[in-house]
């Protein structure tokens, strides 16, 4: 079945980096747009951006500029997230979802920013 | 960039009375390109309509969706005890993709 399997539960310090992963399967990877969405404890949903099939373009909300970046391995079905100089705020489960029109979505990825 | 506004912040109703959530857009929104998805406790969100009005694949039929240009309703005939969560408008565009949420409803048990 198709499916999105998002990696574990990271806590980092404030100005570190983070990587999350999202592996695809049940479908055809290269298909589809690829999105990342996050949500704080108790907060809604928060658009951060997308990718295209290829992984050639991207396309970030205007917040997440110069510290976000999604790539994508097309050899392994598998989606990335970055994001840099992490701040207490950025503290949220972070949701890969598949398709222009996501309808398939990952479990979540809790992201702790402590010091 | 378009705002959403979602109205009411929470609607506490009985199961088996109907559900109206509102979402209104800052500006007009392109092709209807609105979507409405529902979200539980702990869980990822659930796609239910897409383009104001269209069901998503396995959505029951007692979801609808309505609305044009800068307003738009879900609407819940009868309320199951499964469908007690927080729904979020999206509004997607092309060009360039752009999409935006609201600050969600939150439907629960009265």
Same mark, same amino acid.
């Given at each position: ?24 399967? &049940? ?16 907060? &809604?949903?928060?658009?951060? &951006?997308?990718?295209?099939?290829? &992984? ?60 | ?31 209807? !390109? ?53 729904? !979020? ?22």
């Amino acid at each position: 079945q198709v499916q999105l399997v998002q990696s574990g539960a990271e806590v980092k310090k404030p100005g570190a980096s983070v990587k999350v992963s999202c592996k695809a399967s &049940g479908y055809t990877f290269t298909s589809y747009y690829m999105h990342w969405v996050r949500q704080a404890p108790g907060q &809604g949903l928060e658009w951060m &951006g997308i990718i295209n099939p290829s &992984g050639t373009g991207t396309r970030y909300a205007q917040r997440f500029q110069g510290r976000v970046s999604m790539t994508r391995d097309t050899s392994t079905g598998t989606l990335y997230m970055q994001l840099s100089s992490l701040r207490s705020e950025d503290t949220a489960v972070y949701y890969c979802a598949r398709g222009h029109l996501p309808d398939v979505w990952g479990q979540g990825t809790t992201v702790i920013v402590s010091s | 960039e378009i705002v959403l506004t979602q109205s009411p912040g929470t609607l506490s109703l009985s199961p088996g009375e109907r559900a109206t959530l509102s979402c209104r857009a800052s500006q007009s929104v392109r092709n209807n !390109y609105l979507a409405w998805y529902q979200q539980k406790p702990g869980q990822a969100p659930r796609l239910l309509i897409h383009g104001a009005s269209s069901r998503a694949t396995g959505i029951p039929d007692r979801f609808s969706g309505s609305g044009s240009g800068t307003d738009f309703t879900l609407t819940i005939s009868r309320l199951e005890p499964e469908d007690f969560a927080v729904y !979020y408008c999206q509004q997607y565009d092309s060009s360039p993709p752009i999409f935006t949420f609201g600050p969600g409803t939150k439907v629960d048990i009265k």
